[in-house]
């Protein structure tokens, strides 16, 4: 995934990278593939085809790993929502900061760039 200006830009070739890994975090959308990866993690990201450095992000839940490797956030929230994180957690790991700074900074209007 390209890097502009500490955003990540989902382009042509990191959804390609990320295809498998983008794939499986969408299907966690159903409650039995949930239950199934749940069941055992490494063997559903195996069905899915994850290369051994998108298993082992998604085993560890290394969130920027995950988007260094092709992921899309809106993918990756899926399998953030399967461990009861929220969208502002995630938001708080990739910024450095806690889920209660997160918030308040996005209360605040959000960071601003100079």
Known sequence: MS???DNYVLDVSAGRRGYALNRMCGSLTDPENRRRFLADEAAYCDAYGLSPEQKRAILER???AMLDLGASIFYTVKLA???KKSVQDLGAVFTGM???EF???MRAGGRRFG
């Open 3 to 5: 890097k502009v200006r």
């Open 81 to 83: 929502m399967v461990d």
């Open 98 to 100: 806690t889920t209660e």
């Open 62 to 64: 290394d969130w920027t």
């Open 103 to 105: 918030t308040a900074t």
